[in-house]
């Protein structure tokens, strides 16, 4: 599976798209803002980075506003506010068959371009 979840208002989402070309190498986009993330797909997503908490974003906005940074949340919090908000997923999420990338650090999106340059 070639897949990216990104949200389509975000800049840095839209930077790495286009660095990447992900569009033009036949990736799926799912803009999770028109079109949310289904509880199958955040399973998936959360087998092959091993926990939802390594999917999840304590850069949104609603992190703080909710005032979960002073709180112990568990898989099944991260889990449930991931579903139900879609700005605490880290983005972009890039699936290339078995490997997920996850987020937008500079090494994630080299390691991205490495791997499509493998898969050609």
């Known amino acids: 599976m070639k897949k990216v979840y990104y949200l389509g208002t975000c800049t840095t989402c839209q930077r790495i798209l286009k660095e990447t ?12 803002k028109t079109e949310k993330i289904t509880a199958a797909q955040l399973t998936e997503m959360k087998q092959m980075a091993g926990s939802y908490e390594a999917l999840f974003s304590r850069r949104s906005m609603k992190y703080q506003s909710m005032g979960l940074k002073d709180k112990t949340l568990t ?7 991931i579903l139900t908000e879609y700005t605490f997923l880290k983005r ?13 650090a500079k090494k994630t999106i080299e390691d991205v371009k490495k791997s499509i340059a493998k898969t050609k």
Request: hydrophobic share 45%.
């Open 21 to 32: 070309g992900l569009e033009k190498k036949g990736f799926i986009l799912q803009d999770i």
């Open 92 to 104: 972009p999420v890039i699936i290339i068959g078995t490997q997920i990338f996850i987020g937008n």
């Open 75 to 81: 898989e099944k919090d991260f889990r449930k506010l």
